[in-house]
């Protein structure tokens, strides 16, 4: 027994179309190309013309019949809240703006330094690549001091440079 074809009628055929009409191209006006070709076709001949599953054609369907264009764009994918609130954020910040720890001792930050303070002030255990991402977000970046050979002599450096 074959499949029914839903509930598709003319008028959807039409809405699908004014809807890609003003999208134009994407993965959405395939989607809605696929149903407006299924006014004509069955389903199995939109599936093998998009190349994708008799099941598929019936989702993209559903999803417009339910809920428009709308129902067939991608939801937002979850990410996991932050460690830190905004005003621990805040501390953190001033801290490297201040070059000052919790303490208020002088500190050259690191990342592995920022990452010991906040495990210390706010008892968080927080990734370096989280503290990364969050401090470039707050337009901030770790400033490395260049390196010093551990035999170099001060005097000789400063009575060698040109405009001293």
Do not use: C
Not at 72 to 81: A, W
């Amino acid at each position: 027994m074959p499949r029914q074809s839903r509930k598709f009628t003319h008028e959807i055929a039409l809405k699908a179309e004014k809807e890609f009409n003003k999208i134009g191209e994407g993965k959405l006006a395939r989607q809605l190309l696929a149903i407006m070709a299924f006014e004509d076709n069955s389903a199995e001949q939109v599936a093998k013309i998009f190349k994708v599953s008799v099941r598929t054609v019936f989702r993209w369907l559903d999803k417009f019949i339910q809920h428009g264009v709308d129902g067939l764009k991608d939801k937002p994918k979850g990410h996991y809240p932050s460690k830190l609130t905004d005003s621990q954020w805040q501390q953190v910040r001033s801290w490297i703006i201040n070059r000052k720890n919790s303490r208020n001792e002088p500190v050259q930050w690191t990342l592995e330094k920022i990452k010991q303070e906040i495990a210390r002030t706010f008892d968080v255990d927080i990734s370096l690549t989280s503290i990364s991402k969050n401090l470039k977000k707050k337009g901030l970046a770790i400033k490395r001091p260049r390196p010093v050979h551990y035999k170099a002599n001060k005097a000789a450096q400063e009575a060698f440079k040109k405009n001293s």
